[in-house]
């Protein structure tokens, strides 16, 4: 099957700080989709992105797909922005929804 | 964006009784629908995709009659575990996609003692 890998696996920033979170798989994939899972549990739909940039305010992701990649990018962070970020696709057979290993994101006022 | 409601978000239930989570897409009809488990610290594992009017398909190492799965209408799927035990209890989330996004209930985290 796909394989993902998401990295950092845990990032530890100060507020204000940049950061860039990095999703590679292993096959061509379509409908790439970020969220953040907050403290309580929910998954909060971040991008839905199939290829190219898009920009939400502070968050922007890039997929490349012909190389097998998307970023997300957030800017001067906020301790809100705390949580576990997964980029997560279907698996285009059976049209389930695969989610990455995802990168824990800890943001120091 | 599109909303999935499920309940309860928390249950405790004595080990041995069963317990029912619902999941309902709010404001869009939903043909598949999916169940997700979720232990601490770790990714969200796929255990079922469940089509409107039929069984639900099963990921490999998921008990079928352990965890059971009806779609009753395109905007309702219910997840019953049956006999719970204390290795049950973990963090469910359900799933439904619209026209290629999937959109996620906020999760039930059940504590089986």
């Known amino acids: 099957g796909i394989q993902v890998e998401q990295s950092p696996p845990d990032l530890i920033l100060q507020e204000g700080a940049n950061s860039t979170l990095r999703c590679n798989f292993s096959?061509?994939?379509?409908?790439l989709q970020w969220f953040h899972q907050n403290p309580w549990g929910q998954l909060i739909n971040l991008f839905y992105?199939?290829?190219g940039t898009k920009q939400n305010g502070r968050l922007s992701a890039t997929t490349v797909a012909t190389e097998r990649y998307s970023l997300l990018y957030i800017s001067s962070s906020q301790t809100t922005d705390s949580g576990v970020y997964f980029c997560?696709?279907?698996?285009?057979?059976?049209?389930?929804?695969?989610f990455g290993s995802g990168t824990r994101l800890s943001i120091r006022p | 964006g599109a909303v999935v409601s499920q309940h309860p978000s928390r249950v405790i239930c004595k080990s041995g009784t069963s317990v029912k989570i619902e999941c309902r897409s709010l404001?869009?009809?939903?043909?598949?629908m999916f169940w997700y488990r979720q232990f601490p610290k770790q990714s969200l594992m796929l255990m079922a995709t469940?089509?409107?009017?039929?069984?639900?398909?099963?990921e490999q190492g998921v008990e079928k009659d352990k965890f059971l799965i009806n779609h009753a209408s395109l905007t309702l799927s219910t997840l019953t575990v049956t006999s719970a035990h204390p290795e049950d209890s973990s963090f469910y989330i359900c799933?439904?996609?619209?026209?290629?996004?999937?959109?996620f209930g906020q999760g039930t985290r059940l504590t089986v003692v």
């Open positions: 469940s089509n409107e009017g039929s069984k639900a398909t099963y």
């Open positions: 992105i199939p290829s």
């Open positions: 997560a696709w279907p698996y285009s057979s059976a049209s389930k929804i695969i």
């Open positions: 404001d869009f009809q939903a043909t598949t």
């Open positions: 799933s439904a996609r619209g026209q290629g996004e999937a959109f």
């Open positions: 096959d061509s994939v379509n409908n």
